[in-house]
């Protein structure tokens, strides 16, 4: 599942050719949304909350998309045309009257809303480090309000900070020098809340570092931990370790560590925790 700074990118790619351009043609591929029309409105901006992504137009009218597992989107320039290929996963068309034309693919939830109800969506999501209404100390807060939950299981817990997937659930797990399944009573949460904050920014705004760790961009060494069971630890030549996710729940995803690097509670101290991974 894409990650808060994947959004946030593919915001910025999006903007690029459709803020501040007139739709000249919609095309919303639900059965709920069929009928609804958003020629005539301007593209306003594509704003994000962590792993949402929210398409806001002239007269209060905010496209709400999520790309779970396997959506995507892809604009075309003047003249140029979506492969017939992928067409039959296409749910969203939005021409333009600069010519490009955006396609919505695998799309698994789209809502149409006023933009003043935004929050129906989104309001149970915690902050966004990538956000300008981020606030480092509620975030603190809310992963510290349940301390006995696993490190790893209140990272990816969108509930409390939105934005951290699975990926960065690892990495920052390795950087703090603690077990996956550590409680997080037991991380020093401010110092988790900045390095989590800087990472996530870092990896969204830097050409060249979206999600490299360690400072190395070279193919299998970008990562710390994931991705990487089997092969030595970067930092200490141990060999990294996988446990793999438990089905249908989201607090449990496929956790690397290196044993060495993160001392603390191993896996089978895991257990299901309610987590909310939207």
């Not at 989107?73 to 979506?82: A, I, R």
Request: aromatic share 4%; with cysteine.
């Amino acid at each position: 599942m894409p990650e808060g700074d994947s959004v946030f990118k593919l915001a910025r790619r999006l903007d690029r050719p459709l803020k501040g351009r007139t739709v000249t043609r919609s095309d919303l591929r639900v059965p709920r949304l069929a009928t609804r029309d958003l020629a005539g409105r301007v593209v306003l901006e594509h704003a994000t909350h962590g792993k949402h992504l929210l398409t806001r137009f002239s007269g209060g009218a905010t496209l709400h998309t999520h790309l779970l597992m396997d959506g995507s989107w892809s604009v075309t320039g003047p003249g140029k045309q979506l492969p017939r290929r992928l067409m039959p996963d296409v749910r969203i068309v939005l021409a333009t009257d600069a010519g490009h034309t955006a396609y919505g693919l695998r799309l698994h939830e789209m809502e149409l809303v006023e933009t003043s109800r935004e929050h129906e969506l989104v309001g149970h999501l915690g902050p966004d480090p990538l956000r300008e209404d981020w606030d480092a100390e509620e975030a603190v807060r809310r992963l510290a309000a349940e301390p006995a939950v696993p490190l790893v299981s209140a990272l990816l817990d969108q509930r409390k900070v939105a934005g951290w997937g699975n990926l960065w659930a690892n990495e920052l797990a390795f950087l703090l020098g603690r077990s996956p399944w550590t409680p997080v009573g037991e991380v020093d949460v401010e110092r988790l809340v900045a390095l989590g904050a800087k990472a996530l920014r870092h990896s969204a705004t830097v050409e060249g570092a979206y999600q490299v760790t360690t400072g190395i961009g070279r193919k299998g060494e970008s990562h710390w931990v994931s991705g990487r069971a089997g092969r030595p630890c970067l930092r200490c030549g141990t060999t990294v370790e996988v446990v793999p996710e438990l089905p249908n729940d989201p607090a449990n995803r496929r956790t690397w560590w290196c044993p060495h690097c993160q001392p603390g509670p191993g896996p089978e101290t895991r257990v299901a925790t309610s987590v909310a991974s939207a």
